[in-house]
């Protein structure tokens, strides 16, 4: 079975809407990232968050590891928060293991 | 500084020929991994080099692809025999790395096509 999985696979916000992007874990890990990536654009880097709470702008990554889940949140959304958003973990010392993404579409 | 670097950006190739793809990490990063997505699968792992030793290559078809890492300041994916179903992006990462726990810089990616 898929060891990440992202919920909701896609979103409609109009915009100044908030919204709340959930990741969960079927094993244990040793850290955890989350990425934005626009249609046919490169994977940016938006947190490196292995546990706690940690915030840029208008985005909250919260990372509880024992629980095996994290989030993401995002406050007075814009149009140009459009795109996917991918979670990914880290088991010790390998690659990446993505989930399937989440879909944001933010509407005028 | 310039980010992770992937060259070609875009690279067709016929069925049954080599494709080479080239990866240069951030400078000082001593961990560079290979990914690869396409719409069906998403994101792949497919290898992993720490200071240019192979470490894990696990996701890597055990046919026809191979990398290699000759010096800390590239890393090569071949794929020999490319076939329709090689074709997708193919993402270089970097990352400190001290025994796993660092953040990974990713390039722009190879977008390989396999006619």
């Known amino acids: 079975g898929q060891q990440v999985q992202q919920s909701p696979a896609s979103l409609v916000l109009q915009e100044g809407e908030n919204a709340e992007l959930q990741c969960n874990f079927s094993?244990?890990?040793?850290?955890m990232q989350w990425f934005y990536q626009r249609p046919g654009g490169s994977l940016v880097s938006l947190f490196y968050?292995?546990?706690g709470t940690k915030q840029s702008g208008r985005l909250t990554s919260t990372t509880v590891i024992k629980e095996r889940r994290s989030s993401l949140h995002i406050s007075s959304s814009q149009t140009t928060d459009s795109g996917t958003y991918l979670c990914?973990?880290?088991?010790?010392?390998?690659?990446?293991?993505f989930g399937l993404g989440t879909r944001v579409s933010v509407f005028p | 500084n310039a980010g992770v670097i992937q060259t070609p950006r875009h690279k067709v190739t016929g069925k049954g020929q080599e494709a080479t793809l080239w990866c240069e990490p951030i400078?000082?990063?001593?961990?560079v991994f290979w990914y690869r997505q396409t719409i069906v699968q998403g994101l792949e792992f497919l290898t992993y080099?720490?200071?240019?030793?192979?470490?894990?290559d696990s996701g890597m078809p055990k046919e026809r692809f191979s990398a290699q890492m000759p010096n800390q300041s590239h890393s090569t994916l071949k794929i020999q025999s490319t076939q329709p179903q090689d074709s997708a992006v193919y993402l270089c990462?970097?990352?400190?790395?001290?025994?796993?726990?660092?953040?990974?810089?990713f390039g722009p990616g190879t977008r390989l096509t396999v006619l």
């Open positions: 990914a973990m880290e088991p010790y010392a390998q690659g990446l293991t």
């Open positions: 094993t244990s890990l040793n850290s």
């Open positions: 080099f720490r200071n240019q030793a192979p470490i894990d």
């Open positions: 990462a970097s990352s400190l790395d001290r025994w796993g726990g660092y953040e990974q810089y």
């Open positions: 400078s000082g990063h001593s961990a």
């Open positions: 968050n292995p546990s």
